[in-house]
């Protein structure tokens, strides 16, 4: 009886935790992170130092600096301003600032202060491991938009954490809008709760 009542108590606990059914997948698939350096960038000088890089000012102002590791690539302005995408977590996002900042002071371009990194967007996908019935969803979430003829996903607005997520009746996830990676796995498990509570995933 003791066993039985312990276990009960376990159930609860972990229910207020909002545990679902099944664990979802969560892959983060990119960070976009801004940086300003608060001077001006002389980006043919960077050419001239690094000729691999992209820099074709007749189509577009910005320099495409290419990392291989961690893979990203990052926008250049002359005004200083630097935006990186491509990284695969808000760590690798910094590391590769930093990275190009010690890659342009080696090549010989003088930055005086330390950059100001701000995380912009984060973008992940998700598996719930289950079938999303997307027209009971359209009306019991709210503040969604769903047009299956246009498009077969359907659009979910989150107010906390504020994000947008694209939901599919395969059970799949993608979630944009992100500041923080916390911010993904909180938002993932919030919906997938609510799905579940309202009877909207149905698992094989």
Same mark, same amino acid.
């Given at each position: 009886?003791?066993? @039985?009542?312990?276990?009960?108590?376990?159930?609860?606990?972990? =229910?207020?935790?909002? !545990?679902?059914?099944?664990?979802?997948? @969560?892959?983060? &698939?990119? @960070?976009?992170?801004? /940086?300003?350096?608060?001077?001006?960038?002389?980006?043919?000088?960077?050419? *001239?130092?690094?000729?691999?890089?992209?820099?074709?000012?007749?189509?577009?102002?910005?320099?495409?600096? +290419?990392? $291989?590791?961690? *893979?990203?690539?990052?926008?250049?302005?002359?005004?200083?301003? !630097?935006?990186?995408?491509?990284? *695969?977590?808000? $760590?690798?996002? *910094?590391?590769?600032?930093?990275?190009?900042?010690? %890659?342009?002071?080696?090549?010989?371009?003088?930055?005086?202060?330390?950059?100001?990194?701000?995380?912009?967007?984060?973008?992940?996908?998700?598996?719930?491991?289950?079938?999303?019935?997307? %027209? +009971?969803?359209?009306? &019991?979430?709210?503040?969604?938009?769903? &047009?299956?003829?246009?498009?077969?996903?359907?659009?979910? +607005? !989150?107010?906390?954490? $504020?994000?947008?997520?694209?939901?599919?009746?395969?059970?799949?996830?993608?979630?944009?809008? /992100? =500041? +923080? %990676?916390?911010?993904?796995? &909180? /938002?993932?498990?919030?919906?997938? %709760?609510?799905?579940?509570?309202?009877?909207?995933?149905?698992?094989?």
């Amino acid at each position: 009886m003791l066993n @039985v009542f312990i276990s009960k108590c376990v159930c609860q606990y972990l =229910k207020g935790f909002g !545990m679902p059914k099944v664990k979802a997948v @969560v892959n983060i &698939e990119n @960070v976009v992170a801004s /940086a300003t350096l608060k001077q001006k960038v002389d980006l043919n000088a960077v050419v *001239k130092s690094y000729p691999g890089v992209e820099y074709r000012p007749e189509q577009f102002p910005g320099l495409v600096f +290419r990392l $291989k590791k961690p *893979k990203t690539a990052t926008l250049i302005f002359n005004s200083g301003k !630097m935006v990186c995408t491509g990284a *695969k977590s808000e $760590k690798e996002a *910094k590391r590769a600032v930093m990275k190009i900042i010690k %890659e342009l002071k080696k090549g010989g371009i003088i930055i005086i202060s330390k950059p100001e990194l701000k995380i912009q967007n984060i973008v992940a996908s998700a598996s719930l491991g289950g079938t999303i019935d997307l %027209e +009971r969803a359209a009306f &019991e979430l709210g503040k969604t938009m769903y &047009e299956p003829e246009q498009f077969p996903g359907l659009i979910y +607005r !989150m107010d906390d954490p $504020k994000v947008v997520i694209l939901l599919f009746a395969s059970g799949k996830l993608v979630c944009t809008g /992100a =500041k +923080r %990676e916390q911010d993904v796995y &909180e /938002a993932v498990n919030k919906l997938h %709760e609510i799905l579940e509570e309202k009877n909207l995933i149905y698992y094989d």
